[in-house]
């Protein structure tokens, strides 16, 4: 693919970037309160909290580029080890 097809790409543009990533962390927060037993909304506030969710938007870490269920189970490490 040529340089200026990259760089016409609308995936790549950052309101799609967002709506891509807001979809993600849905999908994490459903399998979290299925995990966890609580509403989605309550795994949603309990994710978003968490450094899980900070390293997720932070792109140094990569950790974006890992499913949802090893998230999930990411964030399920990172509070059983605050219990």
């Given amino acids: 693919m040529s340089e200026q097809k990259l760089q016409n790409d609308p995936v790549k543009s950052p309101e799609i970037q967002d ?3 807001s979809y993600r962390v849905g ?3 459903v399998e979290l309160s299925k995990r966890l037993g609580v509403t ?5 506030k309990r994710f978003y909290e968490s450094h899980t969710c900070a390293e997720l938007h932070d792109k140094e870490t990569g950790l974006y580029l890992y499913g949802n ?3 999930a189970d990411e964030f399920c490490m990172e509070t059983h080890k605050e219990l």
């Avoid at 989605?40 to 949603?44: H, N, T």
């Fill in 40 to 44: 989605p909304i309550e795994a949603l």
């Fill in 19 to 21: 709506m891509i990533m």
């Fill in 69 to 71: 269920l090893y998230i």
């Fill in 27 to 29: 999908m994490i927060a």
